[in-house]
């Protein structure tokens, strides 16, 4: 069986695409990987929902301050410049448009870039915490998983079977085995990993996939 | 406006809590700015058939230790005695964590309620409440399970939901320092969801690291004036 992406890897080329002087808050989960990540050179500003925007990177689990820390309850590293303010301003800023990248884990994702991460069967208490807010108000929405489930069924989607966190909302998918952007006309194949064809992560899809001109093999 | 705020206990200030009270729990979800000895105070106190709005359900003690070394007491605490009928939040259980929290446990008994609201719509909701608003319309959960039930409106070409404020009758919040004015400042990200829960309840009961006299608080980062905060616990961390 040819090799996917680990987490890091993804998360080094999700972090590609962090421009300098962004604003980016990175969901719940493997998101949080690529506050360690930044592409030399460029500062941008980590927003956490819980009201913090400009930490640092992940800090030490020993020296844990728990008045620091993301909105996935990892301790974070203080920078120059941050600030931190209340629930309701941090939501102000999130669906005012302020901030303007999210990184967002999934479920599933439609054709049409409906987003389904937050309530799964057998699991009906789970809650959408910030992400229905996130994905409804950032100027752009990223996903960041894994390209199939544990059982090896197709996470893109026709249409998502999980209940939605924002219907239309993606922008880019990034997994362990591709980089698909969202758009009008559908879902185009920008990029595979290392050694994979388009045929063969189609087959692993269940949305049709469109196989851009230019497509390449991911580099970091 | 009450002259003495200051409270030598949680437990009495926490002691007129009354069966079937709407009580609102600051912090974000885990150790950092939750009031934690103010609900355990309430855990003990017994008042029953609560709803409780708070971003997080709680994870109870024994998950907690996922979190913090040794664990700590959360909203969790509250469901041992059955004393919550509802929870209204964003968060009731974290995905990530197995399904044995005290509100998942009981949920799917059908001994809990729960109202799942959007995380900043649960925000503003609570400033509405807190500013004397009717509601609002957000384009939060359009297209989603949270629309039913709701009315929608299209302003500017976009569609919105309208979602109606809440208040409480109790908060029990947390802030770094008081002063015994009830002027509060916080501490990091333990800011979260205790400013706007502290305007939102007729009765707001704050637990600080510390008490300070009127003055030792510069006016210009105070971020919850006086008026808002009924009474004050000093219960150093």
């Given at each position: ?34 506050a ?10 980590f927003?956490g929902?819980?009201?913090v925007?400009?930490y640092g990177a992940l800090g ?8 620091l820390i993301n909105?996935?309850?990892q301790p974070v590293t203080p ?142 | ?188 990200t ?48």
């Open positions: 069986m040819k090799a996917r992406l680990d987490e890091q890897t993804i998360a080094l080329r999700v972090a590609k695409e962090f421009e300098d002087g962004m604003g980016i808050n990175l969901g719940y989960g493997m998101p949080g990987l690529c360690n990540l930044i592409p030399e050179g460029r500062t941008v500003y927003h929902e819980n009201g925007l400009g030490e689990d020993k020296q844990k301050d728990y008045e909105a996935s309850d920078m120059p410049g941050m600030c931190f303010f209340d629930s309701a301003m941090s939501f102000d800023m999130i669906r005012g448009g302020h901030i303007d990248l999210v990184v967002l884990g999934a479920y599933q994702v439609s054709q049409t870039g409906d987003l389904a991460n937050w309530g799964r069967p057998g699991r009906p208490a789970t809650g959408m915490g910030g992400g229905m807010d996130l994905a409804a108000g950032c100027k752009s929405v990223i996903v960041m998983m894994l390209h199939n489930t544990k059982d090896g069924a197709a996470r893109i989607v026709k249409q998502c079977s999980f209940p939605l966190t924002a219907k239309n909302c993606v922008d880019k998918i990034f997994t362990n085995l591709a980089v698909i952007d969202v758009t009008p006309k559908g879902l185009i194949l920008k990029e595979v990993a290392p050694g994979w064809t388009a045929e063969e992560v189609q087959s692993l899809t269940e949305a049709p996939l469109i196989i851009a001109d230019d497509l390449k093999e991911i580099e970091l | 406006m009450a002259m003495n705020k200051v409270f030598s206990s949680c437990d009495d200030a926490v002691a007129d809590i009354f069966d079937g009270a709407v009580i609102m729990i600051g912090g974000f979800g885990s150790y950092g700015g939750l009031p934690i000895s103010l609900i355990v105070a309430l855990a003990k106190q017994g008042a029953r058939n609560l709803t409780i709005i708070a971003n997080q359900g709680g994870v109870g003690l024994e998950l907690s230790k996922k979190i913090k070394p040794g664990g700590y007491q959360d909203i969790g605490a509250l469901y041992a005695k059955g004393q919550v009928k509802k929870f209204i939040g964003s968060v009731p259980a974290l995905g990530g964590m197995p399904p044995t929290s005290p509100i998942e446990t009981l949920h799917r008994e059908g001994k809990v309620e729960i109202e799942m609201v959007p995380q900043g719509t649960l925000a503003e909701r609570i400033r509405a409440g807190a500013g004397g608003l009717g509601g609002f319309y957000t384009p939060t959960g359009v297209g989603t399970p949270v629309e039913i039930g709701k009315e929608k409106k299209v302003i500017n070409g976009k569609e919105y939901l309208l979602e109606l404020p809440l208040t409480a009758d109790f908060a029990l919040i947390k802030a770094h320092k008081a002063d015994t004015l009830g002027n509060l400042v916080y501490r990091g333990a800011r979260c969801f205790n400013p706007v829960m502290a305007m939102a309840a007729k009765t707001t009961i704050v637990e600080v690291d510390e008490l300070v006299q009127p003055g030792e608080l510069d006016p210009e980062v105070i971020v919850t004036p006086h008026p808002f905060v009924s009474r004050i616990v000093e219960v150093p961390r």
